[in-house]
């Protein structure tokens, strides 16, 4: 029996390259997607390496009418990003509109058309329940979309819903995942920037995981 | 009160066309997607001709990935199209996997950027029911993603999810629409081929509304 019926969506960051390592038994390809941020670059070299380190297929994606169309301050280059923590009021226009829903149907196609039974993607709880499409109610919504526009074919999973950043750094620091392989600054640059939200939060996880921050 | 609230996929073929005409007063965009199918370009220049025609914006998304990655007989060229009535039989191979999914996505997120509050498809029944994105129970699922993933700032609707190309032909024969100007054979050439399932279909659909049938 063929047991790799999974298709990935992998970003490269902390979050879901902890899912490719806990699951990557049943994982036959990760999909990343670029769509014009700031951080999409760095995020995709951390991509390859871990795929090529399991010997994964990863396919790339590039959702370029995004970066074009859009409108985000994550589109918009990485002066616009805020310095701050997450909360509502700093970090709502970092919401790059449906992102999660679009990354989530192409890769339900492409699952579809790979005879991939199962997508998979590490939307998580905590703070980044600002965005709406990282939701439980997302999830379980567009699950149903998927199962019902594929005839059943592809079913949706999201096992990271409910946890925190901290818990999956803690599951994956136990997993032995090099987590200096993912990268999250939302500014994009070499190093992370240590200021954005986003690179507060994975400061907060590495220490809670006893890990060494690297921003 | 800006009443122009909407943003309407538009493939340029006749039940697109149709509900563009139907609803140009609360219009404020239409999205045309090409994504690699032997027809997407017949199909957006007459969906540019009747946009200018009404003075609505257009914009055109490619999803050339989709051409690239996924598997359908749509995607390989107008000698792979079978010549026959829609059934599920022989046109089982024209499915493209999730594609009312990924375009509905992507106008999802594009009006939220735009500050448009729904979202319009001309999917319908009869005989498209083959294709399981354009059932009722995926628009109902897929319209609660949407809502989920926007925050509640976008909805879709779905008007034609009930009736027949007959209905919708009928309908537009009402408002006038002219048909010419829209293009449905899933060869793509120069004029209808008058043989493959969605030929047959228009050609019915034509005559049921008293109109003159091109193929």
């Not at 997508?119 to 709406?132: F, K, L, T």
């Not at 925190?164 to 190093?191: F, H, M, P, W």
């Amino acid at each position: 029996m063929d047991t790799k019926d999974t298709l990935l969506v992998l970003s490269g960051g902390m979050d879901s390259t902890t899912m490719l390592y806990e699951y990557k038994e049943r994982i036959g390809a990760c999909v990343n997607f670029s769509y014009g941020a700031n951080h999409n670059a760095r995020e995709a070299e951390c991509a390859r390496a871990n795929c090529r380190h399991l010997g994964i297929e990863l396919i790339e994606i590039d959702l370029a009418f995004m970066g074009k169309y859009f409108k985000s301050s994550l589109l918009e280059g990485a002066d616009a990003i805020p310095e701050a923590e997450y909360a509502p009021d700093n970090i709502a226009s970092t919401v790059v509109p449906f992102r999660n829903g679009i990354m989530l149907s192409v890769a339900a196609g492409l699952a579809q058309s790979r005879r991939l039974s199962r997508v998979m993607i590490a939307n998580h709880g905590g703070d980044h329940e600002i965005y709406p499409d990282c939701r439980p109610s997302f999830i379980a919504s567009m699950g149903e979309a998927i199962a019902t526009g594929t005839g059943n074919e592809v079913q949706l999973e999201a096992p990271y819903t409910l946890l925190t950043k901290n818990d999956i750094a803690r599951r994956g620091a136990s997993l032995g995942v090099d987590y200096s392989l993912t990268y999250s600054c939302y500014k994009g640059g070499e190093k992370h920037c240590g200021r954005c939200a986003t690179c507060i939060e994975r400061r907060q996880a590495l220490l809670a995981a006893d890990l060494t921050p690297d921003c």
